[in-house]
T-cell receptor, first 116, second 114 residues
Framework: EAGVVQSPRYKIIEKKQPVAFWCNPI?????LYWYLQNLGQGPELLIR????????DSQLPKDRFSAERLKGVDSTLKIQPAELGDSAVYLC??????????????FGPGTRLTVL | AQSVTQPDIHITVSEGASLELRCNYS??????LFWYVQSPGQGLQLLLK??????LVQGIKGFEAEFKRSQSSFNLRKPSVHWSDAAEYFC????????????FGRGTSLIVHP
């Protein structure tokens, strides 16, 4: 079974340019997460989707970041315009969703963004 | 809000030696606790978790962790380290009765000498 797929794996852009990251979760996983991992730090949640609905986006900087999950499967995270401080690894994760029980999150390999 | 402290940024051990990675948490009640491993170029993988019950938790790859309420700790251990264990290890905490969304520590980098 394929794991969480992310692309691109690496991206280098100049500041003020837009950038987008794509995530394909594990088949059947209704919950999708985007995390930001700065160098030398643990991941921090940016947004969580239950199917196509964003149920927790309190940590997403909405002035420049946006996300969507059309049809409740693939998701795209966008930054426009990018700033130097956005250089980081962007992780996507997915889990079986819904209800009050625990479902393990499975992480993708991440997209490493470098903003010059 | 909950928080996690991993006091060691780097740990170096010899292959075959025992390992203990430290983790302290801050939370008003008994939280949900996790250890993840991140190998270079790969996503995080869950090693083990503690929700309740037996305070000694067994995980994958020969790892175990012990929850000590009195010390607010959840240290990760392995009796004999293999070179393939070299990676970044993250302790995480989630509020009990919540959405199980973890708050991660900053990580400990494990270096294994042959």
């Amino acid at each position: 079974e394929a794991g969480v797929v992310q692309s691109p794996r690496y991206k280098i852009i100049e500041k003020k340019q837009p950038v987008a990251f794509w995530c394909n979760p594990i088949s059947g996983h209704n919950t999708l997460y985007w995390y930001l991992q700065n160098l030398g730090q643990g991941p921090e949640l940016l947004i969580r989707y239950e199917n196509e609905e964003a149920v927790d986006d309190s940590q997403l900087p909405k002035d420049r970041f946006s996300a969507e999950r059309l049809k409740g499967v693939d998701s795209t995270l966008k930054i426009q315009p990018a700033e130097l401080g956005d250089s980081a690894v962007y992780l996507c994760a997915s889990s079986l969703g819904g209800g009050d029980s625990y479902n393990e999150q499975f992480f993708g390999p991440g997209t490493r963004l470098t903003v010059l | 809000a909950q928080s996690v402290t991993q006091p060691d940024i780097h740990i170096t051990v010899s292959e075959g030696a025992s390992l203990e990675l430290r983790c302290n948490y801050s939370y008003g009640a008994t939280p949900y606790l996790f250890w993840y491993v991140q190998s270079p170029g790969q996503g995080l993988q869950l090693l083990l978790k503690y929700f309740s019950g037996d305070t000694l938790v067994q995980g994958i790859k020969g790892f175990e962790a012990e929850f000590k309420r009195s010390q607010s700790s959840f240290n990760l251990r392995k009796p004999s380290v293999h070179w393939s264990d070299a990676a970044e290890y993250f302790c995480a905490v989630a509020p009990s009765g919540g959405s199980y969304i973890p708050t991660f520590g900053r990580g400990t980098s494990l270096i294994v000498h042959p």
